[in-house]
Structures are given as C-alpha cells and as structure tokens.
C-alpha cells in the first residue's frame, strides 16, 4: 500500500493538513527561519570575531583573548547549525519544488554554485583554521583566517541573495520549450544576476544580520557586567555592541523606507499588502494599528483596525513626494498574498526597528555620561532585547517571502506549480514532522550552549551565581546546580 | 558586459557538457572520499573505550569535516547548475531517502561539536550516539541512494543495499587508514585489524553488487559493467584494497592511506561508466539532453573554473596546516 492510500478516508481536516504544497511550504518557512537565524549569526558575529581576533593578536590584551575565546565558540556552535541547517534546504529545492528546480535551474543553479565554492568553502576551510590552528600557523595568517571567515559569510548572503533577488524581479531570461516543458532559459546575465533589487536586499539583510548580533552581544555582556560589574572585557563588548546600534539601527530605518519605495516600484502587490491596502487609491500611512477584534487580526482592513495615521502620506512615501499619487490595492488582483500576516509582520519589524534605535540612542547618552555599566535598567533592558533583533529579521524576511505570494517567481511561476507532483502529501507530513521536531532541538540546544557559555564565564569572573535578585527574564537562569 | 564576451548559442568547447559531468561527478568523489574517512572515524569511535583515544578521534577529524561536508553543497549545486533536471528529479523521485540521509548528517555534525560544550557523562553519552548513528547512516543511505540512481533499482533492492553496504564498508576503511596514518603505534596497530576487515568487505561487496547488477541487468548496468574500462576500474580497485592491506600488515600507513583512498575514487568512476552517457536513468535522460543552455554553462564555467582551482588550494593548505600526528590534545604546537 503507498504512503497516500495509507492516509485516504481520514478526516477532511487531515487531509488538508497533508497536501503536498501545504506541508512543503510550511517545511521550507519553517527550516528556513531557523537556518537564517544561524546564517545570520554568522555574518552578523564576523565583524566582532575579526575585531577582538585581531585586537588579541596584536595587543595581547587578556581582555581580547576572553572575548575572541568566547565568540569564537559561538560562531562554531552557530556555523555547525547553520550547515547542517542549510544542507536539508539545498536539498528541498529538489525534493519539494522539483518544478521550480526545473524552471529555472539554470538561473539560480550557478549563484548557488558559486555560494558553495566561492564563499561555503572559504568559511569552512578558514574556521578550521580559526578553531584548531592557534598554534600552527604565524599571527598574521591567523587574524587573515578570521577576515576570510568573515568574508566567507558576507559572500554567502551575497549568492543567495542573488538568487532571491532574482526571484523577486525576475529578468534577463526568456521561456523556452524543452521536452514539453515551459523553462527558463538564460539570455543576459547582467541582467539575471545583478538586478537592481539585489543591492537593497543585500544591505537590509546584512544590515539587519549585524543589529541582530550587535543586540545579542549586548544583552549577554549585559548580563555579564549585571552580575559582575568590574568585568573589563564585557564592558568592552556592551560598549562596542552599542557603538555599532548607534551606526546600524539609524541606518536600517532610512534605508528601509527607499526600499520600500522600490518595492512599490517593482512589487506594488506585496506593497499593497504591507498596508492592507485594497482600493487603488490615495494611501494613508498607519503609524500604529491594532485590531478591533479577533477578525481583524486576520482580515485587517481599515474600517477594523484602530488606526493611528498620517493620511496621504502612504501615496507621498510610496511616489516619492506626491501626496495625490495613487497606490495600487490589494482588489486589482485576482489572489493575494495572506495579507493579515504580510500586514502584521511589517508592522512588528517596523516597531522593532524604532525601538533598536530608542535602545542605542540610550544606550549611546549613557556611554558618554560614563555610565552605561552602572545602569541596571539599561543592562536588564539589553537583557531583555537580546532575541528581538531576530523578531525583527524574521519578520523582514516573511513580508519579503509571504508578500510574494503566490508567486515563487514573480509573474512567472506560482509555488503550487513549483510543488513536486510525485510527492505524497504522507511523505510531506512525515518530513515536516521530523524537521519541526529536529530543528526545535537544535533550536534549544544552541540557547543552552549559550547559557553554559556565560555561566562558564561567570565561574571564570568569580561572580557570586547565587544571589537573590538573579534574572529571571528570557535568559535561561544560571545557577550552579548543572 | 558578459554576453558579448561569451557564446550565446555553442558551448566554449564542444564537448563543455561532457566535462560539466565530469565536474559534477569530480565533486561527488571528492565528497565520498574525504566525508568517507570522516564516517569512517566516526564508526570506529564507537569501539574506543577510554576518553583519552575517543578525543584523540575527534582531534583528528575536527579540523577539516566540516570543509569536507561542503564538497556534498557543491556537488548539489554544480549539479543544478548544470543538469538542473536530474537534480529536481534525483532529489523529488527519493524524497524520504534524501531526507534520512540529511538527518544523519545532521546528528553526525551537532554530536561532536556540542560534546565539548559541557562536562557531563550523560551528555557526552548522547553526543556519542548522535555522531556514531549519524556516521554509520549517512553512507549508507548515501549508497543506497546512489545505487537507486545509477541502477534503476528500487530501496530494498540487492544492487541498491549493496551500494550502500558498500559505501559504508569503504568508509570505515579509509578512516581506519587516516587514523592510523596520525596517531601512535598502539593505536594504529589495532585499527589496522578494522581496516582490513572492512577493506575485505569492500571488494567482497563490489563484487557481489556488479554481479548483482549484471544479473537483473538493471538500467541496461550489465553492458557497461563487462566493459573494458569497468573491468579495469575493478582491477585496479582490487588491486588497491589487497595493495592497501599489505601495506597497512607492514605498518606503512601513510602509503595505505593513499591506496585506500584510491578506492572511494574508483567507485566514483565506476559510477560515472554507469552514469554515462544516460546521466538519469530512469527517465532515460542523457547528459546532452540534460545540460542548461549554452550561454549559462559558458559563463559558470568562465567564472566557476578558476574558482574551483582555488578550492582545492584551500584543501591543500587546509591539510598541510593540520598534517602530522594528533592526540587526545589536538594536533599540537
């Protein structure tokens, strides 16, 4: 009996739940958020492991080897994951969307080539170096190991970028025939490879990469300075943190908002989307929304959303300073994207963003009063923020990924077309079963590497682990019984 | 800016596409023979007893596995690149195999590198059993899944399960020869016991698989396989692997590690005589049939050559960095 008939006479419910385009797109969302958390901890940690590696080779400050020592480990712990992460997904182009491999194959083939030879080799060929190779090989060519690493990961979200880019604003192809099959076939690489949303992609996902980590760094040498004040090098780690909110977070805000333009440009559908906004019409900007009630958290269209607005200023934003412009809605469509979740996503990444630039700005105001160590409400509020810089990212990524739906290329290819015809809606559920559950450990493990790390750290600092007034906020609580 | 440069209609050489198959299979034996001994080191880790021999096997492979592991990325991606159809079809037509073999990976990867993150025995334990079961199912399911491929042949079929017995077999062998190679004699002299048995299996399986293959005559194997240059791969692999043995009874490790690593290398090319000039079987696809369009493989060629060229740089210095003996305490000042 074949997996699908196994199923067959189950209630309607599972049955929706097992569709083969269903279960693979759930599979990929759901491998992809965990492996661009790891992706990105990567790029955004390459700056930091370049700087105290290179700080410790030519200083030999203890406090740069403690700090390069400690990164270091979580940038091992976090590539690991993010290739064995990674691994499943080069796959899943094949295994799930065999179509779409198959269309346009030989566009996105050789960017995919290239991050494997060009960048995945250098990161993992180099990191060997950095990990095991302190002793083997001269200080120069170390702190150059570190830079390639770095290079590595800054080259891996450049081709997969390209390939994404491409997807979004497909050009430089034709459709050809093949064996009874409509593909791709390439005709201007230029074209193809270095489209014009490339570059806005690049730097919003690098950008957002480096804030993510630059939180993450703060909110544990927070916790570190918290409960060991005169610690020294995670002084040094929570000023250089901040430093680089105060240049990244302002940065993100203007940038994303040409890139929102140009995504009005190019995608006016997944605009529409970000807004909720369905007549063609004149466009407001909603500063604030919330629901009114329960459908409209679903369904948030004005008229059921509490709505805090600059009228017009949607269509001044949108044109680039024409308060008349019209903005195409959401009804000029025959399918949309789910907007509720392109809508919402944007509203929390947006949020999140304004909030990063609150904490460097305050951040920033204590470091030149001398007083960023001493403030227990700062170092509990980096605390706190530590996981929301990836909110942030992984938001960005759903309004870029879900707002094109239901297209996998733009205009081109639907994703229910790109969607393996072989594939049983069983051998779906079974693999998305396994994925959710696998990479929910993963996902754990590495929070607990993490938590050991600083305890280690903690111990080595003679910090008392015991105290009464212990955090007890998203950190795991270290205390000394494990 | 390219276009002009490159031919849109022919390929640069005529024979670009046959070279291209030749790159993708380099790449898939590049992988086999150096995540092989990395398998292998993990399969022979579950017969060490003491901390000290268990840290001086993962000292040994930590360096490189993971650089090792990228040569499967680049495999699946040179294949796309180039013969996007056999990859959707190779991939989608063994879903649950692809799968099994990804998670083994994946325990075979996070086992060792969370091992050290905390000194607790029953941690050390889990860990343990994540990298030995990951290392012991991933070349099989691996070799399963390429003797799907190359033989038409269903999972539970004699020419597939050989392959994979194969593969599994090869790796443990390799790795025994690349411990052997870097750690003290008492140590080498003992895993030389499970090099040979596994190199003695190795060429007891091929056998038994080409004969296999010969009689259900699966994707029309039977004709390549009595071929002459199967014949010879199959000579020299022998050859190899009774060489390999000989070598390792006389404690000459280092040149039984480069005649076992021979023989990973030549199943690769026995897998290419399969795969040639019908690159996917079951569909009948052949590598002319299968390959992109002149003016793509022109431009990853123009731009993706030389960078393979400085890969392999990168492995040579990689491994010259980490040459010499290891220990429980890594490789050393």
Not at chain 1, 281 to 305: G, I, M, Q, S, Y
Not at chain 1, 423 to 435: C, K, M, Q, R, W
Request: charge should be negative; proline fraction near 5%; glycine fraction near 8%.
């Amino acid at each position: 009996m074949s997996p699908s008939t196994l199923f067959s006479g189950v209630d309607p419910g599972w049955v929706a739940l097992l569709s083969p385009e269903l279960a693979s797109r759930a599979q990929f969302g759901w491998t992809i958020s965990v492996h661009i958390l790891f992706a990105s901890l990567s790029i955004g940690l390459a700056p930091f492991i370049i700087y105290f590696t290179w700080k410790d080779v030519r200083t030999d400050d203890e406090r740069f080897a403690r700090l390069r020592s400690f990164w270091v480990t979580v940038f091992a712990v976090g590539f690991v994951m993010g290739t064995v992460t990674g691994i499943p997904m080069s796959f899943q182009f094949g295994t799930n969307f065999p179509q779409f491999s198959a269309v346009a194959g030989e566009l996105i083939g050789g960017p995919l080539a290239f991050e494997a030879k060009m960048a995945f080799f250098l990161e993992a060929v180099f990191l060997g170096v950095l990990l095991y190779g302190r002793e083997r090989v001269r200080d120069r060519t170390y702190v150059l190991s570190s830079v390639l690493v770095g290079v590595g990961a800054w080259l891996s979200g450049f081709w997969i970028l390209i390939v994404n880019a491409w997807m979004q604003t497909p050009r430089g192809y034709e459709m050809v025939a093949r064996d009874g099959m409509e593909v791709a076939r390439l005709t201007d690489p230029s074209a193809a490879f270095l489209s014009p949303r490339m570059p806005w992609m690049y730097v919003h996902m690098i950008n957002a990469s480096v804030i993510a980590v630059a939180l993450l760094v703060a909110g544990v040498s927070a916790y570190i300075v918290w409960k060991s004040r005169e610690t020294e090098a995670w002084n040094t780690a929570l000023k250089l943190a901040v430093v680089i909110l105060l240049v990244t977070a302002p940065m993100q805000a203007v940038h994303g908002d040409a890139y929102a333009r140009h995504v009005q440009d190019t995608q006016p559908q997944k605009f529409a989307a970000m807004e909720a906004h369905y007549e063609t019409d004149e466009a407001d900007l909603h500063l604030l929304a919330f629901p009114r009630d329960v459908d409209a958290l679903n369904d948030p269209r004005a008229e059921n959303l509490v709505t805090v607005s600059l009228p017009r200023v949607g269509s001044f934003l949108a044109s680039g300073g024409d308060f008349d412009a019209e903005v195409i809605g959401l009804n000029e469509y025959e399918e949309n994207p789910p907007v509720a979740l392109v809508f919402w996503s944007f509203r929390v990444m947006v949020g999140l963003g304004f909030l990063f630039i609150a904490l460097a700005l305050w951040g920033g105001y204590l470091t030149y009063d001398g007083r960023l160590s001493d403030s227990d409400r700062y170092l509990k509020t980096m605390v706190a923020a530590s996981p929301l810089g990836y909110a942030a990212l992984l938001t960005g990524w759903y309004v870029t990924e879900i707002g094109r739906q239901p297209w996998v290329i733009q205009g081109e290819l639907r994703t229910s077309e790109a969607v393996s015809p072989t594939l049983t809606g069983a051998e779906a559920t079974l693999s998305l079963i396994g994925f959710v559950g696998v990479y929910v450990g993963l996902v754990v493990t590495a929070l607990y590497v993490l938590k050991w790390l600083v305890r280690d750290e903690l111990r080595t600092l003679g910090a008392d682990e015991s105290v009464d007034d212990s955090w007890r906020g998203p950190l795991p609580e270290v205390s000394g019984d494990d | 800016m390219t276009e002009s440069l490159l031919p849109v209609d022919a390929y640069l050489v005529s024979s670009l596409p046959e070279i291209w198959f030749g790159a993708v299979v380099f790449a898939l034996g590049t992988y086999v023979v150096l995540d092989g001994f990395d398998f292998g080191i993990g399969m022979l880790y579950a017969t060490r007893t003491t901390e000290h021999e268990r840290e001086t096997f993962l000292s040994a492979f930590g360096p490189v596995w993971d650089a090792n592991e990228v040569w499967l990325i680049a495999f699946g991606t040179m294949l796309l690149a180039a013969f996007p159809r056999v990859y959707s079809s190779l991939f989608a037509d063994h879903y649950l195999l692809v799968f099994g073999f990804v998670f083994a990976l994946l325990f075979r990867g996070v086992g060792p590198e969370l091992r050290e993150q905390r000194d607790d025995e029953r941690w050390k334990r889990y860990c343990d059993y994540s990298f030995v079961g990951g290392s012991a199912l991933a070349p099989l399911l691996f070799g399963v899944l390429a003797g799907r491929w190359a033989f038409d042949a269903a999972t539970l079929s004699l020419p597939a399960l050989l392959t994979g017995v194969c593969l599994t077999a090869v790796s443990v062998a390799t790795g025994a020869a690349f411990l052997a190679a870097k750690s003290e004699p008492d140590l080498a002299s003992d895993l030389r016991r499970y090099g040979v048995a596994a190199t003695l299996a190795y060429l007891v399986g091929t056998v038994a698989l080409l004969a296999s293959a010969v009689a259900t005559d699966a994707a029309g194997a039977a004709e390549t396989v009595l071929s002459l240059p199967a014949a010879a791969v199959v000579a020299l692999s022998i050859a190899a692997g009774l060489g390999g043995i000989v070598l390792a009874r006389r404690g000459r490790y280092r040149a039984w590690l480069a005649s076992a690593l021979a023989l990973p290398a030549l199943l690769s090319v026995l897998l290419a005589l399969l795969l040639y000039p019908t690159i996917y079987p079951p569909t009948g696809l052949t590598v002319r049939a299968a390959v992109v369009s002149p003016l793509a493989l022109n431009l990853v060629t123009v731009l993706g050559f030389p960078v393979l060229l400085l890969v392999l740089w990168y492995f040579k210095y990689l491994y010259g960095v980490f040459s010499g003996p290891v220990d429980a305490e890594g490789y050393g000042g």
